[in-house]
């Protein structure tokens, strides 16, 4: 099984998606509703549940934006919850499946692709540093390899796209575990024939990483609410905050 690397335009000075046709393929953004209490739990504290959920708010939005300007077919949202203000134009939202995490991924894919039957893509809410040149960048690794797959910097993953979806891969993959991105690129290498790898991410689980993703995106929403926040807590906006 070959492995490549999926190109982040970043590196080489491009900017904004323009210029690009488009690409047969669809975005799913697997998320829940900002509520407080029900998201980014782990922010609390230093941060109030109300402070957490704007947070993820900010960071929801970063990424619907990001996608929204991917010139692929179709943008959905698989959402545990109801949409709000946050939601930009252009996504079909549909409601995510019960169960645990690698249950919800698998049947959100497995929706997107009974919609319409053409490669789907999938990335969380956690990483409101992507950019749309790094989503448009991996997902047209789909048109020549079977899977791209972004490990994310705590040892689970980012994003996760299949041309076709197999919801048996994703299905018993243990979440939130060390070992997580370990066990679904382990099931990727014996499935795929070519498995396309996107750069690491960090996503944002706690204070800290909150400070070191808000550090790479300063001119996202996410930064501009954390240093709002800190700003009004008399905290200084680093990596050692909530340490």
Request: overall charge negative; some cysteine.
């Amino acid at each position: 099984m070959k492995i490549v690397a999926a190109t982040d335009p970043r590196a080489t000075g491009q900017t904004g998606a323009g210029g690009t046709g488009m690409i047969d393929a669809q975005i799913v953004v697997i998320a829940k509703e900002p509520v407080a209490g029900r998201v980014k739990t782990r922010l609390t504290p230093p941060f109030t549940p109300a402070q957490a959920a704007h947070l993820a708010a900010s960071a929801l939005e970063d990424t619907l934006r990001a996608v929204a300007q991917v010139p692929v077919r179709h943008r959905i949202l698989a959402l545990d919850g109801l949409p709000g203000s946050w939601l930009p134009p252009g996504f079909v939202v549909i409601s995510q499946r019960d169960g645990g995490l690698d249950e919800r991924i698998a049947g959100a894919m497995a929706d997107a692709h009974r919609l319409h039957p053409i490669p789907v893509m999938l990335i969380g809410m956690d990483t409101p540093q992507v950019t749309p040149e790094l989503l448009t960048s991996s997902i047209q690794t789909l048109a020549e390899h079977e899977a791209v797959y972004g490990p994310a910097a705590d040892g689970g993953f980012w994003l996760y796209g299949r041309r076709v979806p197999n919801p048996g891969t994703m299905l018993g993959v243990p979440m939130s575990r060390p070992d997580t991105g370990t066990v679904l690129l382990r099931r990727l290498r014996r499935e795929c024939r070519t498995v396309a790898l996107t750069p690491e991410l960090a996503d944002v689980d706690t204070a800290a990483d909150a400070a070191l993703v808000a550090a790479e995106a300063p001119w996202s929403r996410f930064a501009a609410m954390l240093e709002a926040m800190l700003e009004a807590m008399a905290l200084p906006v680093t990596a050692d905050v909530g340490r």
